[in-house]
């Protein structure tokens, strides 16, 4: 694999990621990544000081090991707030922007730091007069606007636990969700905009409320039900005093598994320990700094909108979007880009790959010199993909990363003093103790194979809601004992790089061959006329075939010379042998488009 991009000396030296480097004695992350493993409690706390977790972080050690896999508490006599860390005060920074939103027609919203401090004062005073506090749930059905991030951190500032779904699951989907975790407090909003077109919210909003007995209020931006409460009247009295103190294990948020295999899974996350991933991932691996302006694409009802809301906490302002990526024109986040002089663009390699195949060119008409950091998750990033960015948008870091909402974080991902090789992320994440192992659970370079991590981190799951701990273990510790599985089959490099092929659950086993789809699918795609692709396993005669699934571009047919070109195409590229098993798909709901099914039935 070539290098595509290469840091400059200068930038190198005024990274956060080469003074983190002097504070803990090494001499570049390769040794970083030793001494941190050989020394987690050190390493941890140094993290914690550098990256100005605000609070008491205890006498004792940062790392206290129990029994089994989550047994590891770290910071057992720590006493604080995240929001202090969060909307921690910075010297003239009162009236500059914290957060910015704008929304498919160009509309704009900024709120500043001081605002944003007295509305989440403000509105954690009216939870705390519901009597919400720990051991309570927040939920959120919305959009992806200020109002969400404001009662996130009000949720946080009176120790309850957050919860949140995107505003485009329907009614069976949120009570799914929600119906699990009893939220005593629910923000919803009355409408939001896609691709154009305004989507009501009211009757399905009714339908969750009847469902929800456990309610104590419902508060709506927007048309408000009579029986409901107007976000701009839900307001107490802020206290002035410094905010509860909780210790690091306290429960701050809920995340939910995709659920396409059943009913989603409730992963309680600590509030401390994934702030704490997050500042690391972030200020030492995306190199972000007070003053930045960050944004990354995304719903509430994905991790990585909770990441985006932790850059609060290096004093960067975040952007928001709500609506259609793509709407009124291919290019509009672009334009988001310059208007707002971003310095980190997060999205989707689906997102690239899109832009690349449109010939999109985003530098060439427009002014992107504030921009430094391009990330890119959500699946495996093509070598092609790696190619558009370098190309179209020139002298940036392009940080893959990949993780996931188990434990809201990453596990590997990018870093700003190392060059970027095509098609490899460049490494683990700090702390991370992260290998590629075969089936027998050893670890294994050059080859694919399965990604786990080998030792303990703050963001391990608290565990799930409602489990005695059993399905937990289950889920990711089964498979290899002692180490967590996370599901991604994937290569490591002898560089120290990674390559994802895709989840374990979608790679296809044919005579004995593994591939991931992710592979199958980059070379598929690279046919201007495949619009759309799937590849499933299906038994056949004894053993097993790759079945794959076309859509082509408007105005080409699936014909014989199409298919062809096709299977000439794999067969040049991929050393692969030559509803589809007749198995039920037990939840629909967690499809786009569930009637589509019916179209695999062989």
Known sequence: MSTLWTPRFDAIERSNMHRFLGTIGAFDTDEARRVALADNDSFWK???????????SGERAALVHGPGPRGTSYFPDARLNVVDTLLQVREGDGARDAIIEVDETGARRTTTWNELRHEVAAVAAALSNDGVG??????????????????????????ATFTSTSA?????????????????????????????K???????LAQIRAELPGLVRTVVVGECPDDATPWAD???????????????????????????????KCIVHRAAGVLLMHLKEQQLHCDVRPGDRVFYFTTCGWMMWNWLVSMLASGAAIVLYDGSPTHPQIDRLWDLCESERLTLFGTSAKYIDAMRKN?????????????????????????DGFDWVYQRLGDVHLASISGGTDLCGCFVGGDPTKPVTRGEIQGTMLGMDVRVVDDDGQEIVNRVGELVCANSFPSVPLGFWGDDGSRFEHAYFARFPGLWTHGD??????????????????????AGVRIGTAEL?????????????????????????????????VGKQLNDEFQARVRNLIRSRLAVADVVNGRAVRNTEALANPHCLVNFVL
Request: hydrophobic share 40%.
């Open 359 to 383: 010939a999109v060119a985003p530098r060439s008409t427009r002014d992107l010199s504030a921009l430094r950091t391009v990330c890119s998750t959500g699946s495996p990033l093509a070598p």
């Open 46 to 56: 140094a993290l914690w000081g550098f990256c100005g977790m605000q609070g008491e």
């Open 168 to 196: 485009d699951f329907g009614a069976h989907g949120v009570l799914e969700r929600f119906g699990q975790t009893t939220p005593t407090v629910l923000l919803a909003a009355s409408h939001y905009r896609y691709a154009g």
């Open 521 to 553: 699918y980059a070379v598929v795609e690279e046919d201007v006329d495949v619009l759309e692709c799937l590849a499933v396993g299906q038994s056949w005669e004894n053993d097993s075939r790759i079945v794959l699934f076309v859509v082509p571009v």
């Open 134 to 159: 720990p051991g309570h749930r927040v939920a959120a059905w919305m959009p992806n606007v200020r109002e969400t991030v404001v009662l996130f951190l009000a949720t946080m500032h009176v120790g």
């Open 489 to 510: 089959f994937a290569t490591r490099t002898s560089s120290g790089g990674f390559v994802i092929h895709g989840r374990s659950d979608a790679t296809l086993n044919v």
């Open 234 to 264: 839900y307001r107490g009295t802020a206290d002035e005093g410094p905010r509860p103190q909780f210790h690091f294990d306290h429960p701050g948020t809920i995340l939910y598994t995709s659920g396409t295999t059943g009913k989603p």
């Open 198 to 204: 305004i989507i009501d919210l009211t009757h399905t």
